[in-house]
């Protein structure tokens, strides 16, 4: 088993109970997909329909690094997580 | 003859001379520089030589809406000034929104050029062919909002848009701005320059309209924008409803929102405090430019003891210059210190980091009591920053003097040791980004004409994920030079230019800006554009700008960071282990000058300025030996 911190903002932390972190198991060689889908198996319909469209594909706008880098950066969705991977979740943002 | 979207006339007011013309604006130069930015570096370049007094009337400030603002398309109410920068001695150019941008429109005109320097305080009052050169001696040692009140009842016009200076301009500090309404010309010190001409405020109102020169084609493009806008995932509701503030929330989670003089960047989440929630407790409404349907400026009063009645609009940047890179985790304070740099006309963030860079030297012992006017300048003390706004603004000797000219001048002051700790570059105080967790948009800082300046190359990619046009790890450095040159001409061709808000081209229109800019800009005025073409105004005006900026003395040793961002590693958060090591910067300007086709020495090359069609900067160059 791996455990992987999670950390969101805004309106993705409101819809998961408010917890801005989060420590996440998954099993040996999960991928982000994994981690996303074991999260909406937790918070319900609500955070599944913000983050993920009908094809099972991360919605415009919403942004997943992990340590620091964007999974588009990487293999996606089916980026592979390590224990102790840090995974950041954002709803869309703009501005500055 | 324009067939629309320009108004085809260029005012010129020399204040030493008194004498008001009318020209023509030159149908090659809208063509190779669309407006707004491009028409002022244009015109810097022409008639300015780098090595001017900033502050001496020869120096000009040349103000420029673009052919899109005063149109019906979408947020184009924008305005850049460009003059030679007295914080930089480089270009300086700023931006503003709001309802002054297409006033200048309304009124006959593209481009207003300021010359000279009045003997005494003046102001400008246009309208239409009207133009008046107006005793402002009463004026003068008023703040921003005074000052438009009374000109509006001066004038005998409620409507009229107004931009202005206050007590920091009139006493020349070097982070100076023009405020018009509550928005402003901010960063550079562009009011210091007004000040010196000794030009207190630009007060237009037009009765006219910008044409179109294809009102069906520009329809079209302008129905694909708004639509675009709709499907854009931020821009409705979350953008319009939180406004930049919500971006403390990513760039704190992300481990790049500066703290403490950048002495502690991750260490301390200061969403909790000044975050997007915090914040919107204290919303009394939203305010839209001209023509804008977004209107993201969230309006926010104060509360408690000290700060009631505070009332004003800071931005993401402000809740970084005035809360975390000082320390200070009261969103009172932000707002209150917030609306005391508009009153007084101070850019924010120069302010605010100047302010941090004495903060730090004050706890290491090389500022003392003695050298604060007794204020104790220890990181949070919320208090002390509004009190050296007012130092600052009024230029109160001691502490006033010593930080009211910012950053690089200040460390010069105090000399030894003091230069380490200073967050600037080029003299322009550092965005609230920490470019070491955000590699490319730091590079934009190091590289822009304009000094640290985060809206002349926004890298969104590295901030919001965007995928445009790839993907990008924030952390690494290879790739880095070539995507800064990328969004550095995107963002001059499709937003400084045209001129456009830059939170809806990356908001809605981020993979197709040139096109979209080309559509609008080609049917507003009919001069055919291509997608190319945008692009290349893009580079060109870059280009231009950086012989400018060599005319100014400036070299590749000037395109570099602080040595802090340099010598030291983030320690914790999301950017934890980062730093840019010079092996690193040299590695990210070899590529970006390639991809510029510039020589390693940062000069562009012959070859590179003749496919811009820039004789008159190849001349400078070669005058100066360099070429
Ligand atoms: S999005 Fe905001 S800054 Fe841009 S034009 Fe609209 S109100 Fe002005």
């Given at each position: 088993m791996i455990t992987v911190e999670i950390t969101t903002i805004m309106g993705i932390k409101a819809l998961m109970g408010g917890n801005k972190d989060q420590s996440l198991t998954l099993s040996d060689g999960a991928t982000v997909a994994e981690a996303l889908d074991q999260l909406c198996k937790t918070y319900g319909l609500p955070l599944h329909e913000r983050i993920f469209n009908d094809a099972q594909q991360l919605n415009p706008g919403i942004v997943v690094f992990v340590n620091g880098c964007v999974i588009f950066a990487l293999d996606g969705l089916e980026t592979p997580l390590q224990d102790g991977d840090a995974v950041l979740i954002f709803p869309p943002v703009g501005g500055g | 003859m324009f067939q629309g979207g320009y108004m085809g006339k260029v005012l010129r007011v020399n204040l030493t001379t008194k004498k008001v013309s009318v020209e023509d604006l030159p149908e090659k130069i809208a063509r190779d520089y669309i407006g707004g930015a491009g028409f002022g570096v244009k015109y810097l370049f022409d008639e300015v030589p780098g090595d001017v007094d900033s502050l001496g009337p020869d120096n000009k400030l040349i103000f420029a809406p673009g052919p899109l603002s005063g149109t019906p398309a979408p947020c184009a109410s924008r305005m850049a000034v460009t003059t030679k920068s007295p914080l930089t001695g480089a270009v300086g150019m700023s931006l503003s929104g709001g309802y002054f941008p297409v006033e200048l429109k309304f009124a006959g005109y593209d481009v207003l050029i300021i010359e000279g320097q009045a003997d005494t305080p003046v102001y400008l009052h246009i309208r239409d062919d009207k133009v008046a050169i107006k005793n402002a001696e009463k004026l003068w040692g008023m703040d921003t909002q005074i000052t438009q009140s009374i000109i509006k009842q001066d004038v005998n016009d409620h409507n009229t848009r107004i931009a202005c200076i206050g007590q920091a301009g009139e006493n020349l500090s070097k982070m100076a701005a023009i405020i018009n309404e509550r928005r402003a010309f901010g960063r550079k010190g562009v009011g210091a320059v007004m000040g010196s001409k000794n030009l207190k405020a630009i007060a237009i109102r037009g009765s006219g309209q910008v044409p179109l020169a294809n009102p069906k084609a520009f329809e079209t493009a302008r129905k694909f924008m708004l639509e675009a806008m709709k499907q854009s995932?931020?821009?409705?509701p979350e953008f319009s409803k939180?406004?930049?503030?919500?971006?403390v929330d990513a760039t704190s989670a992300m481990g790049i929102f500066p703290s403490e003089n950048y002495r502690n960047?991750?260490?301390?989440?200061y969403s909790t405090t000044i975050g997007v929630e915090a914040s919107i407790s204290r919303n009394k409404g939203s305010e839209h430019c001209y023509g804008c349907p977004v209107g993201c400026t969230q309006l926010k009063l104060a509360q408690g003891r000290g700060y009631e009645g505070g009332m004003s609009d800071p931005e993401y940047e402000t809740y970084y210059s005035l809360g975390s890179v000082v320390g200070v985790e009261s969103v009172d304070s932000i707002i209150y210190n917030d609306m005391l740099c508009d009153k007084y006309g101070l850019d924010t963030m120069s302010v605010g980091v100047t302010i941090a860079f004495a903060m730090e030297l004050f706890e290491r012992g090389m500022l003392t009591a003695a050298d604060t006017n007794g204020?104790?300048?220890?990181?949070?003390?919320h208090q002390a920053v509004t009190q050296l706004i007012e130092e600052i603004a009024f230029r109160r000797e001691g502490i006033g003097a010593l930080l009211c000219d910012g950053s690089r001048i200040m460390a010069e002051k105090v000399g030894g040791e003091a230069g380490d700790f200073a967050m600037h570059i080029k003299g322009l105080e550092l965005p609230a980004y920490d470019p070491r967790g955000a590699k490319a948009h730091g590079l934009n800082f190091a590289t822009s004409y304009t000094g640290a300046d985060h809206n002349r190359g926004y890298a969104f990619q590295e901030v919001f994920g965007i995928p445009v046009p790839n993907a990008y790890d924030?952390?690494?450095?290879?790739?880095k030079g070539w995507l800064t040159k990328w969004n550095q001409d995107i963002r001059c061709a499709t937003t400084d230019c045209p001129t456009m808000c830059g939170f809806l081209m990356d908001m809605a229109v981020p993979a197709i800006a040139e096109q979209n800019t080309a559509d609008l800009v080609s049917s507003a005025s009919g001069i055919a554009l291509t997608k190319e073409d945008v692009g290349m105004v893009g580079e060109r005006v870059n280009n231009l700008a950086r012989v400018f900026n060599i005319s100014a003395g400036f070299t590749r040793a000037d395109d570099t960071f602080p040595k802090r961002i340099m010598a030291e590693?983030?320690?914790?958060?999301?950017?934890?282990?980062q730093r840019i090591s010079q092996e690193d910067l040299n590695l990210m300007l070899d590529e970006y000058y390639e991809a510029r086709n510039w020589r390693q020495d940062g000069v562009p090359t012959r070859q590179k300025l003749a496919e811009l069609d820039l004789p008159e900067a190849a001349a400078v160059l070669v005058a100066r030996g360099l070429l």
């Open positions: - | 995932p931020v821009l409705y939180l406004g930049t503030p919500m971006v960047t991750g260490e301390r989440d204020l104790d300048l220890r990181f949070g003390n924030r952390f690494a450095v290879a790739g590693t983030i320690k914790e958060g999301g950017s934890s282990g």
